[in-house]
């Protein structure tokens, strides 16, 4: 019953997929279509310094609330738009709100930005701990914005081309052996898919926007040098209790 529970879920997200089209808006479409669309200066250079050094402040504040790796590379405070003004206008940009309800059809939304700092480490599992999917059985709009220049080295966001896709997520799970609606994929798991698929590394200099749909599989690389500052909007139906733990009480 579980497994016939699943196909019938996929079997709606699929004919949901084909009875939409953003033809009138290429960002939405590339999202639609790849799973990710990349906007270059979104913010200028001068907006992503003074946005780090808030980060720097907020998190020596409220290091005690904020969210870290388990290898200590990554630290993460969830709700950030009540901290500071500079952090709030990045939730509050109205322009990307349009994007997230007309992407997901809903008619509002709530959600909260995530600031996030990851630094070099040794053996460091990238931002997100690794390949998954944030919504493995639905599609979750997101915006993230790079505060720092990324490249191949300082933990560029990756990203597997259409596996947000319904079809797509039941052919895998049936082809290499998925859980259905597995979030998270060990290197070992995930390889023999990632020699066949196209796999996106997103560089960029600060001030680059990604717009993604988080149900499909990606990952922050692991950072080698330096480190990545970023700021993550959450686009939800609803805030759940794992969210609502995790959000900084001011």
Known sequence: MERLNY????????????????????????????????????WSEEECAQVRNVIDEKMETYQHQA???????????????LLDSSLKAF???????????????????????????????????????????DSAANHQFKAILYLTDVTEESGPFSYVIGSHKAQNVVVAEMKYNFTP???RFSEEELSPLLAKA?????????????LADTRGIHRGNPIQRGSRYALTNYYLPHINDHFKQLLVQV
């Open 7 to 42: 196909f019938k879920h996929e079997l709606k997200n699929f004919l949901k997929e084909r009875n939409k089209s953003f033809n009138e808006n290429a960002l939405l479409s590339s999202v639609h279509k790849a799973g990710v669309a990349i906007i270059e200066d979104f």
């Open 67 to 81: 969210w870290v790796s388990d290898d200590g590379a990554d630290m993460r405070l969830f709700g950030a738009e």
């Open 91 to 133: 939730w509050e940009d109205e322009s990307l709100k349009a994007l997230a309800l007309d992407y997901e059809g809903r008619e509002g939304h709530t959600g909260f930005v995530m600031a996030n700092r990851i630094k070099a480490a040794a053996n460091n599992a990238g931002s997100g701990g690794g390949w998954h999917r």
């Open 181 to 183: 609606h597995q979030n």
């Open 198 to 210: 196209e796999v996106k590394r997103i560089t960029g200099k600060a001030g680059t926007l990604i």
